[in-house]
């Protein structure tokens, strides 16, 4: 248990809808960091926030976006969703903004399939 | 860029014997960080061993130990005395820099334990 809890575990939309999927950090936690992983690939960095701010972004469109709240919870926000959106999105947590501050505490992920 | 291969999609291993993952990494930051994190099928990511650029040593996290050859860019695991709890999709990343906290993965390696 790392004490990060994502919601929904599970969730199918069609194309063109926006899905939202939540993020719960570990208690301590002011960072947190989104990232996408398809099927039989590795996770793939999206973004990350640091004291409600975006502070770094991988490849993604701008459909992709975030939030993060002032208790640092988080959401990403998915729009006009495409086929190849179908992934496991990750949340993790960690300590620090910057720094090596050892490992980044993952959550379940949230399965999206887009049909 | 970034880049981490991992040459071995599934490794096959006897219970209790040692297993080496493989994992290449490229960069030019002086300053890195390696990991690598354990996915079992729920999909949550588990954080195994961390290694630092600059670390004189080779980390140990108890049956997991991170062989660091510098030179050659390489950061194996190496897990001693596998048990089947160990058969899991297997991931090597790293962190450049001490700015936000994104990690490059690998493809990863599918480790199945047999009785």
């Known amino acids: 248990e790392t004490g990060v809890t994502q919601s929904p575990t599970h969730l199918i939309k069609t194309r063109g809808q926006q899905v939202t999927l939540r993020c719960s950090s570990q208690s301590g936690h002011n960072t947190v960091s989104w990232y996408q992983q398809a099927l039989g690939q590795g996770p793939q960095f999206i973004f990350q926030y640091y004291r409600e701010e975006e502070n770094g972004r991988g490849n993604f469109p701008p459909r992709f976006s975030g939030l993060q709240f002032p208790n640092y919870s988080s959401e990403l926000n998915v729009n006009a969703l495409e086929l190849d959106d179908s992934a496991l999105y990750l949340c993790a947590s960690s300590p620090l903004a910057g720094g090596f501050a050892g490992e980044l505490f993952f959550g379940e992920g949230s399965r999206l399939t887009v049909l | 860029a970034q880049k981490i291969t991992q040459t071995q999609p599934g490794m096959f291993v006897q219970e209790k014997e040692a297993v080496t993952l493989d994992c290449t990494y490229d960069?030019?930051?002086?300053?890195?960080?390696l990991f690598w994190y354990k996915q079992p099928s729920s999909g949550e990511m588990i954080f195994l061993i961390y290694q630092g650029s600059y670390d004189q040593q080779n980390a140990t996290e108890g049956r997991y130990s991170l062989n660091f050859q510098k030179a050659r860019k390489s950061a194996n695991l190496v897990i001693s005395a596998s048990q089947l709890g160990d058969s899991a999709m297997y991931f090597c990343a790293m962190r450049e820099g001490q700015g936000a906290q994104k990690l490059v993965f690998g493809q990863g390696t599918r480790l199945t334990i047999n009785p």
């Open positions: 960069t030019s930051d002086p300053s890195y960080g």
